[in-house]
């Protein structure tokens, strides 16, 4: 490379030039052949992250298609099949017997109430982000920034209830945002654990902490403090060679 380098130097300036340009040029340019393949690496490695994060999108959308298709067909394809016949019965006995037809009409409408229920917690269910793909998100946001993710206890918090499940990946996306911005770390590291009364989590990263003199929203820690109050839990922030988070919240029943 050095060689190759001093050649390619000397020929540019062959012409008019000197020994000393002839040299400059040429360390100039072994110099920066490192650091344009480091750029060219860095950048091929982030597509790579870009890719497989879109990849990774397209399963779980696909998976979560075909999970919303098995579950209408189970429970909405049978009612809608009651309910047709249901119907007919009624209009048959509409003039033979109004009193049964009316019983008939009432649990068409007592069916179609439940359907749209199932319908609302189906749709509902769809806006909730649980903590496996918000983990599988953050995770590829901070492999772009050059940033670890690490977790404790995780098989442990995918059993934990959907609400508790999707309070903890709100609370992980704006730890994560905030550790992108503001930390200046290497690593992050998420712990997941649990008792008889409360479930925990604990974030913490090895930067350099939250600044004294910012106001909480720039860490967006006040909106974490609503979302744990909301559910009657707790929530600390602390300075411990690195930013601390660390939150409980109460089991139900």
Known sequence: MLAVGLYIGAMLTLKGGNLYEALINGLFIILSLPVAYYSSERWRRHIQIVQDNERLTYIVKKAERERIAQE??????????????????AKKLAVKDPALASQQLDDIAKTARADLDLVREIVAGLRKDLLVQTLAQESINLKLVRIGLKTEGEKIALNWPEDIQE?????????????????????????????????????????????????????????????VASFGGEVSFQNQSGAVIELSLPKKG
Not at 196 to 219: C, I, M, P, R, V
């Open 72 to 89: 209408l067909h189970d429970n909405l394809g049978q009612s809608f099949s009651v309910l047709a016949l249901k119907a007919e019965l």
């Open 167 to 227: 309070l903890s990946a709100q609370v992980i996306k704006e730890v994560t945002t905030n550790c992108i911005r503001h930390s200046g770390a290497r690593d992050l590291t998420l712990t997941f654990s649990q008792n008889e009364t409360n479930y925990y989590l604990k974030a913490s990263d090895d930067g350099q902490g939250f600044k004294t003199d910012l106001s909480k929203e720039t860490y967006g820690l006040s909106g974490i403090q609503k979302r």
